[in-house]
């Protein structure tokens, strides 16, 4: 059975096409009228290819009170993607082979989209272990981890290149852990926090250092560094110099291109997110995209009650994938 897709606008080319599609494959673009056992009149809109979510929180297993991979994926392909990448924060964390192994069980049997599964990073022999399982890529939580954890984690990375199939590829959250502990401290201390405090205990500085920290360790461990949901204009400054010198890419979030933390002060707990909404001088912004630019939504759904907490208990992320 074949399909045709008519009246179609296309982003690079002028007027409206009709899209033969046979098998899943397009097989003929044309402005001419197609014959097909089926045709799908989507009127002068644009036909787009399926989008690729590189950050996403499915919170299966562990966190299904929030979203599983079926819910998750639904709104997924709602939203127009057809591929996602899922982290490995969820309960347990997926950072042995066991979790790895269960959790790509999960996605296969609830998943109506393709997808692909980040490693939690742990010991090296662990780490050897999950390599048969073919994740994506390792993340670091870089605000969980001291300086000291954070060398040895990247240099177990160098090694797990040197010895495995593993691609070198390491994606990082990039907030100073000492930083946010510090300004967090302080503010606490302070007392009468409301929600907007929570963009100052984790300022633009947090980023920019751990954005410093983790290129020097990706350059001198010989890795492939990806950076997520970049929010602070300096780190991209910085991002941008590096990628002269060493492969280097980066994602910027909506909710950091589109909003500030003014925010705060309209939606309090419920945009609290890590890293947070930064002051309009300090945030990326939508000129800052250009051809290279990777868009991840760091869909990061909560319950009601988790969102409506204090500002410190608030749980943080934004669901934005439908």
Same mark, same amino acid.
């Given at each position: 059975?074949?399909?045709?897709?008519?009246?179609?606008? +296309?982003?690079?080319?002028?007027? !409206?096409?009709?899209?033969?599609?046979?098998?899943?494959?397009?097989?003929?673009?044309?402005?001419?009228?197609?014959?097909?056992?089926?045709?799908?009149?989507?009127?002068?809109?644009?036909?787009?290819?399926?989008?690729?979510? #590189? /950050? =996403? /929180?499915?919170?299966?297993?562990?966190?299904?009170?929030?979203?599983?991979?079926?819910? $998750?994926? +639904?709104?997924? %392909?709602?939203?127009?993607? @057809?591929?996602?990448?899922?982290?490995?924060?969820?309960?347990?964390?997926?950072?042995?082979?066991?979790?790895?192994? !269960?959790?790509? !069980?999960?996605?296969? &049997?609830?998943?109506?989209? &393709?997808?692909?599964?980040?490693?939690?990073? &742990?010991?090296?022999?662990?780490?050897?272990?999950?390599?048969?399982?073919?994740?994506?890529?390792?993340?670091?939580?870089?605000?969980?981890?001291?300086?000291?954890?954070?060398?040895?984690?990247?240099?177990?990375?160098? @090694?797990?290149?040197?010895?495995?199939?593993?691609?070198?590829?390491?994606?990082?959250?990039?907030?100073?852990?000492? =930083?946010?502990?510090?300004?967090?401290?302080?503010?606490?201390?302070?007392?009468?926090?409301? #929600? =907007?405090?929570?963009?100052? *205990?984790? #300022? #633009?500085?947090?980023?920019?250092?751990?954005?410093?920290?983790?290129?020097?360790? %990706?350059?001198?461990?010989?890795?492939?560094?990806?950076?997520? /949901?970049?929010?602070?204009?300096?780190?991209?400054?910085?991002?941008?110099?590096?990628?002269?010198?060493?492969?280097?890419?980066?994602?910027?979030?909506?909710?950091?291109?589109?909003?500030?933390? @003014?925010?705060?002060?309209?939606? $309090?707990?419920?945009?609290?997110?890590?890293?947070?909404?930064? *002051?309009?001088? !300090?945030?990326?912004?939508?000129?800052?995209?250009?051809?290279?630019?990777?868009? $991840?939504?760091?869909? *990061?759904? /909560?319950?009601?009650?988790?969102?409506?907490?204090?500002?410190?208990?608030?749980?943080?992320? =934004?669901?934005?994938?439908?």
């Amino acid at each position: 059975m074949d399909l045709v897709i008519k009246n179609c606008k +296309l982003v690079d080319k002028i007027g !409206e096409y009709s899209i033969k599609v046979e098998n899943g494959k397009i097989v003929d673009i044309s402005k001419s009228a197609i014959k097909a056992d089926e045709t799908i009149d989507i009127k002068g809109n644009y036909l787009m290819p399926g989008f690729i979510d #590189p /950050h =996403i /929180h499915f919170r299966d297993p562990g966190l299904t009170q929030k979203e599983d991979f079926k819910t $998750g994926s +639904l709104s997924a %392909a709602n939203g127009g993607f @057809t591929t996602v990448i899922d982290m490995p924060n969820t309960n347990p964390k997926t950072n042995t082979y066991k979790a790895l192994k !269960e959790k790509i !069980e999960i996605a296969k &049997n609830k998943s109506v989209v &393709n997808f692909e599964l980040q490693a939690g990073t &742990n010991t090296l022999s662990e780490m050897e272990k999950m390599i048969e399982l073919n994740p994506i890529s390792f993340k670091i939580f870089m605000d969980l981890e001291s300086d000291e954890s954070l060398e040895k984690i990247f240099k177990d990375l160098s @090694t797990l290149k040197q010895t495995t199939s593993y691609n070198g590829l390491v994606c990082v959250h990039c907030e100073k852990r000492s =930083i946010v502990e510090e300004n967090t401290l302080k503010l606490k201390e302070k007392g009468n926090n409301p #929600p =907007i405090d929570y963009t100052y *205990a984790r #300022p #633009p500085q947090s980023e920019d250092a751990s954005v410093t920290q983790s290129i020097e360790l %990706a350059g001198k461990n010989d890795l492939r560094l990806h950076i997520c /949901h970049l929010s602070s204009a300096k780190s991209l400054e910085l991002a941008k110099n590096a990628s002269k010198t060493m492969p280097i890419s980066w994602e910027f979030t909506p909710h950091h291109l589109l909003l500030d933390n @003014t925010t705060y002060n309209t939606y $309090g707990t419920f945009i609290k997110t890590n890293p947070p909404l930064r *002051a309009e001088n !300090e945030s990326v912004r939508i000129s800052d995209l250009d051809e290279t630019s990777i868009i $991840g939504t760091d869909h *990061a759904p /909560h319950t009601i009650e988790d969102k409506t907490k204090d500002t410190w208990s608030s749980s943080p992320g =934004i669901p934005n994938l439908e």
